[in-house]
C-alpha cells in the first residue's frame, strides 16, 4: 500500500455494517425463542434440585421406653420415625438393641451387622455376645467387634427425660474402639 492510498483511507469516512431485516428477524426470535424455552425449563431445573436446596433439620429424638425397663440383659426395642425422602415421607420401623452397664449408663446399638449389613441377634449361641447368622460375626454386649466384622456395631443418640429413653441419629460407636 503506498503512501497516497494510505492518505485517503485515513480521510474516508468510516462504513457501518448494516443489519439486514433477515439478520433482524432471525436474532429477533432466536433472542424471544431462547427466553421461552428458558421459562419453561427453569422451573423443571429448580423442581429437580429442589430437595438438595433445603436446609437438613437435626434428626428428632423419638421416645422408645421407660427407663425402668431397661436391664443389664440387651433387649431389642422398635420404634417408627417419621422421615422425609426428597418429596416421599414414610413412618419407617427400627430396630434397637437397648442394655445398660453395671454402673447403669444406658446405651442402644444398631441391629445392622458392620460386615455385610445383615440383621444381628442377641445371645443365639448362648455365649451372651451379639451374632450375625449371615456370616457368623460376633460382638461384645457394648458392640466392639469380636470377629468376622472390622468395625464395632454403630449406636443411636440417646436422652433420657422425664423416666423415658429417647433415640435420635445412628452415629459411630464411641463406647469401644475398633
Request: charged fraction near 20%.
Amino acid at each position: 500500500m503506498s503512501n497516497h492510498e494510505q492518505h485517503d483511507a485515513a480521510h474516508r469516512p468510516v462504513q457501518r455494517k448494516e443489519m439486514s431485516r433477515r439478520q433482524f428477524l432471525s436474532y429477533t426470535l432466536g433472542g424471544t425463542t431462547a427466553f421461552m424455552m428458558g421459562g419453561a425449563v427453569l422451573p423443571m431445573v429448580r423442581f429437580a434440585v429442589d430437595p438438595l436446596l433445603k436446609k437438613k433439620e437435626k434428626a428428632d429424638f423419638v421416645k422408645v421406653v421407660e427407663e425402668s425397663k431397661i436391664t443389664t440383659e440387651p433387649q431389642e426395642f422398635k420404634f417408627k420415625i417419621h422421615q422425609v425422602d426428597g418429596w416421599y415421607e414414610s413412618d419407617p420401623e427400627l430396630v434397637a438393641w437397648i442394655t445398660k452397664d453395671a454402673s447403669g449408663n444406658i446405651y442402644a446399638l444398631s441391629p445392622i451387622c458392620k460386615h455385610l449389613g445383615c440383621t444381628i441377634s442377641w445371645n443365639t449361641l448362648g455365649q451372651n455376645e451379639y451374632n450375625c447368622p449371615c456370616h457368623g460375626a460376633r460382638y461384645s454386649i457394648k458392640g466392639k467387634n469380636l470377629a468376622v466384622a472390622n468395625y464395632p456395631l454403630d449406636q443411636y443418640a440417646l436422652q433420657i427425660e422425664n423416666g423415658f429413653v429417647y433415640l435420635g441419629s445412628i452415629q459411630p460407636n464411641t463406647e469401644v474402639k475398633a
